[in-house]
């Protein structure tokens, strides 16, 4: 068999749009709440904020109503409704916020060149190579 | 119906019953490697088929049950490729059928990366950097299938039998000319045609597999973009739609043992 056979997948870095990751730096208010409830929700397979994985995209508050736009690191991520459902009800414990929603976005596309420094050193501790 | 719902259908069910079709290989494909990859292949693709879809609940109106499971099977407008029930234990058909399909869905995901629907081009970039895999895959399994003579044998069955469906990918909808003119994809299906070919004809010649020629090719009756379909559809969506039918949603839930 030739070399060919054994192929693998090279998974490029992508880029950084500027910009990202957002992790709520300079948010104030309700917004900076919303912000560090998000911090404490985790991906569902691995101990790590999703603020630091870099999905969080954009949190505003407005009155009593939050939004959070935020992506996925795949498409076909099976945990999608609980992760949303999981930001939603962060978001819900900023004070003066009545109303949440979410919604998910893929552009810029997400990749590992997303996560912040000290994700990337979560991911370690983990046992990824990043 | 709009011209970018009508695109999201074409998307949405190509992916959705391609990725039916290769979750049957679980458990049963060659080696433990090619099955966790096509199974990885099939999840990706059913991400793809969820994402169109949901377009068509936010932005139409649709729920899960319009969309899949009380949909009429005449109804979808996938291409007869990918629902053609996979001869048995022929990993060959599956590597052909991957790699004449996903060439083709790189091209239109191309032609979508301008569309004029914005929810629909923000979502091209991420499906294509999950794409280019499948047909790196698709080709590593061809180039070793066409390496002895008797697995090549098989590819070029496999051609010959597929080649005519996946002419399919490429037939309108009856929506079809307001897809263009709207500006939802950028490139006629004839163009996109003409591209594939230029790909996939002297790429498959190269291992040793003649394509017929597409002018010769007689093109199966039931195209699938216009509702019709072969008897391996409404078999498939029969069984993938058994469990939601069984559940039964429209009857009130009663406890086990009630009237027995």
Known sequence: MSSDACAYTDYEDGEVPTAFPRTGEGATGAEAEVWAALREVEDPEMPVSIVDLGLIYDVSVDGDEARVEMTLTYTGCPAKDMLTNDVRCAALTASGVQVASVSIQYSPPWSVEMVTDAGKEQLREFGLSV | ?260
């Open chain 2, 1 to 260: 119906m709009e011209p970018a719902e009508a695109e999201l259908f074409r998307l949405a069910d190509d992916e959705y019953v391609l990725a039916e079709r290769y979750t049957e290989w679980q458990i049963y494909a060659p080696t433990p490697e090619s099955d966790l990859a096509l199974a990885n292949i099939a999840q990706d693709e059913f991400g793809h088929a969820r994402l169109w879809y949901d377009l068509l609940e936010e932005e139409y109106g649709y729920d899960e049950p319009d969309l899949l499971w009380e949909r009429d099977p005449a109804d979808f407008v996938h291409s007869t490729l990918v629902e053609l029930e996979t001869p048995e234990g022929d990993w060959a058909d599956t590597v052909v059928r991957g790699y004449l399909y996903d060439a083709a869905e790189r091209l239109r995901l191309e032609a979508l990366e301008d569309s004029s629907f914005e929810p629909i081009a923000d979502r091209v970039p991420k499906v294509q950097g999950e794409e280019e895999y499948h047909r790196e895959h698709a080709q590593s399994w061809l180039d070793r299938l066409t390496d002895s003579a008797d697995s090549r044998e098989r590819v070029q069955a496999a051609v010959d039998q597929l080649f005519p469906h996946a002419m399919t990918l490429f037939a309108p909808t009856v929506d079809e000319d307001e897809i263009l003119d709207a500006g939802v994809r950028s490139r006629s299906l004839a163009d996109l045609r003409e591209d594939w070919l230029d790909e996939v004809v002297p790429y498959l010649d190269s291992l040793g597999v003649a394509v017929p020629d597409p002018e010769d090719v007689v093109r199966p009756e039931p195209l699938g973009r216009d509702g019709s379909h072969t008897d391996d559809w409404f078999d498939l969506h029969d069984e993938f739609t058994a469990s939601y039918r069984e559940l039964g949603f429209d009857e009130p839930a009663e406890l086990r043992g009630e009237n027995a």
